[in-house]
């Protein structure tokens, strides 16, 4: 009985898809068609096919996580990535673990956002909202036939195996469960803002409304793939065992990309707003962070790339993804390059203003963002060419992404300082001054803590004069001279929660660039690990109580039991482990990790010699944890942004009033 209702829901789901691939259709064409007759009842539809399209891409998602839980091994997905010896949360997360659930889930995200503007922005004008979901619509429609014609998830094989394969072990791993939702809800997020983009040069309202519009959008999935990347980083770390945090992986690569360029667009879409300038500029990003998102799921699906995130090997499926991308990055700019010449200049602003900061900001980010791609698709493009291989590692990208964004780093705080149109570079230098003289002090104090490297204690510096430094501008604006400390309590509340937001956001990247320069202080032991072992990592002991092997699920694991002692006082037990996976025929690496204060004790195991020893690293990585801590607080300060009345999803209403007064150019 349960087999036969598996049966249907999973046909259901297949059907669900179909019916999926026609809405969206219908989306993208019937509103443009109204747009061009002015037919107010044809863009009307557009909303409710959007939402339509949600629901119908959410029950298909939902019937094939179905058949992953009950082990539905009449599935070729099913066969391919699971196991009935899974546990629950991994037959869930197993869901997006592969090419064609992950694509699956790329398309219900992107319906998601298609949705949400069209139940949220009923205060934009109708063309402008009929046009977004239409541009939507094309996108989804593109990769709802991707999916259909080249990845179905549906696909049915027979006979039935009693058993599946399993998944991957490196994805058997609570990482599966956060990492891509976060990561795809970032940079698939951006396809909004490029649809946002691409419907404002149809309609020809670009202008501060517009940007009011966008601005939530891009905070939105900016705060997504910030976590996305963060999660993804403390995943690598944690579970490879080499200690490592970021490798340049190319498709690490790929989600870094559209953060530079949606950070870029956060800031030109704020100047846009406040002064009705970088039209152009903004359109561009919008495009841009959403083409680099594109164009990391090209690398991910056309197998062009080997690496732990890619799924895809099949050439057919590079073809198509590069037709699509071709299709929307080719197209876009090519109306963007029709529409832009008719935009009219904004608001004029001196180059020593908030302004022109945000722009020279702009400008640092796509030069970094440039050292990115071109590090990432140069040797993929040396090879395809001539046949030549080469490896562009860490060396390349600290030579050329540091000194690129290390300005970025000390602008930060004296940008958030200039006034609007017209500002005093010195008096924002002066105000600086302390925040300068912490950074300097800390620098002495950590020096003299943990000596060198130079550039640990210059980073440190840096760092703790960006995270002082974001707060200046609050604290001038709350602790005005003879102000009380109810007052100043009282003003502090009275702040906009975008200006706490901001600041909060730019201390995390202080926080973090903290935690990156702190590594430099660590401490490495490579070793053979025997029971009875004692080793010194730093300041703290490691006794290795025994090695035993012990069951798991769908694994057997070899754990090295160890006792972490700092004064002859017991402060952590770890367990670090290899698992053997005999469906998949692979092994793994778990970590031992123990959290002192800020730093942390790692531990990993590798091969096994034939005296019964365990080949291991341990680590000692003091403020390591301040790496992650600070990408919470930059998404902290994106939501705290995101809360703000003024810029969240249900923009105030004289956005509406402004664009509906606003003639099409």
């Known amino acids: 009985m349960i087999g036969e209702v598996t049966r249907h829901v999973v046909e259901a789901g297949h059907y669900a898809l179909v019916l999926a691939l026609a809405l969206a259709l219908a989306q993208a064409i019937l509103p443009l068609w109204g747009l061009r007759r002015g037919d107010s009842a044809l863009m009307a539809m557009a909303a409710p096919a ?43 997360s197993g869901v997006w673990g592969n090419h064609e659930g992950s694509m699956l889930l790329w398309v219900l995200i992107l319906v998601v956002f298609g949705a949400l503007v069209a139940a949220f922005s009923r205060a934009m004008p109708d063309d402008l909202r009929a046009a977004t979901l239409s ?94 990347i963060a999660m993804g980083s403390y995943w690598a770390y944690y579970t490879l065992g080499w200690g490592g945090f970021w490798f340049w992986d190319p498709v690490e690569n790929a989600s870094l990309m559209p953060w530079l360029a949606g950070t870029a667009l956060l800031h030109s879409a704020t100047v846009m707003e406040k002064r009705d300038a970088l ?39 590079g073809v198509f993804i590069l037709g699509i991308l071709v299709f929307f990055i080719g197209g876009s700019l090519a109306l963007f390059a029709w529409r832009a010449p008719e935009l009219k200049p904004g608001g004029i602003f001196a180059p020593v203003s908030r302004e022109g900061s945000l722009v020279l900001n702009n400008l640092l980010l796509t030069a970094s963002c440039a050292t990115v791609f071109v590090g990432t698709l140069y040797p993929l493009a ?74 640990s204690i210059v980073g440190v510096m840096i760092a703790s004069y960006l995270v002082i430094g974001s707060f200046v501008e609050i604290s001038g604006r709350v602790f005005a001279r003879g102000v009380t400390a109810s007052s100043a309590l009282s003003r502090a509340l009275g702040l906009p929660r975008s200006a706490w937001g901001a600041a909060f956001a730019h201390a995390g990247v202080g926080v973090t660039l903290f935690g990156l320069a ?26 290795v109580q025994s ?104 923009v105030a209403k004289r956005a509406r009033r402004d664009a509906l007064a606003q003639p099409a150019e």
């Open 50 to 92: 959007a939402i339509m399209q949600f629901v119908m891409v959410g029950f298909s998602f939902a019937a094939l996580t179905w058949a992953h839980v009950v082990s539905d091994f009449s599935l070729a997905n099913v066969v391919q990535n699971s196991h009935s010896l899974k546990p629950l949360v991994y037959k869930i």
């Open 135 to 228: 541009v939507q619509a094309w996108i989804s429609a593109a990769f709802i036939l991707f999916i259909l014609l080249t990845s179905n998830p549906f696909a049915r094989v027979f006979p039935a195996p009693m058993e599946g394969q399993d998944l991957n072990p490196i994805l058997q791993d609570p990482g599966l469960a956060i990492h891509p939702p976060m990561l795809y809800f970032g940079y698939v997020g951006f396809s909004i803002n490029f649809s946002f983009a691409a419907a404002a040069l149809i309609c020809g309202r670009i202008d501060a409304a517009w940007a009011r519009f966008v601005r939530p959008w891009t905070l939105l999935a900016w705060t997504f793939l910030t976590l996305g």
């Open 279 to 317: 039209k152009v500029w903004t359109i561009f990003l919008a495009i841009l962070a959403f083409s680099l998102s594109l164009l990391g799921t090209f690398l991910v699906r056309s197998g062009v790339l080997t690496s732990v995130h890619s799924f895809a090997s099949d050439p057919e499926r």
């Open 382 to 455: 040396l090879e395809a060419t001539t046949g030549e291989k080469i490896s562009v590692g860490a060396p390349f990208f600290n030579l050329t992404f540091g000194p690129v964004f290390l300005p970025i780093l000390l602008l930060m705080p004296v940008a958030q300082m200039l006034a609007w149109k017209r500002g005093d570079l010195l008096g924002a230098a002066q105000r600086l001054t302390f925040a300068a003289a912490i950074g300097f002090a800390a620098a002495l104090v950590f020096g003299a803590l943990h000596g060198g490297p130079v550039l």
């Open 518 to 543: 702190a590594t430099g202080w660590g401490v490495e032991e490579i070793l053979a690990i025997r029971a009875g072992d004692v080793v010194k990592a730093g300041p703290y002991e490691i006794s």
């Open 547 to 650: 090695l035993e092997t012990r069951p798991g699920p769908n694994y057997r694991a070899t754990i090295a039991r160890s006792v972490v002692r700092s004064g002859g006082k017991v402060i952590a037990t770890i367990e670090p482990a290899r698992r053997f996976y005999p469906t998949r025929q692979m092994t793994t690496t778990e970590a031992g990790i123990v959290t002192i204060g800020l730093g942390q004790l790692y531990v990993s195991l590798s091969g096994e010699n034939a005296d019964g020893s365990l080949d291991g690293r341990i680590y000692w990585k003091p403020y390591v944890s301040l790496i992650w801590i600070g990408a919470l607080v930059m998404a902290f300060g994106g939501l705290l942004s995101l809360s703000d009345r003024r810029v969240r999803i249900g």
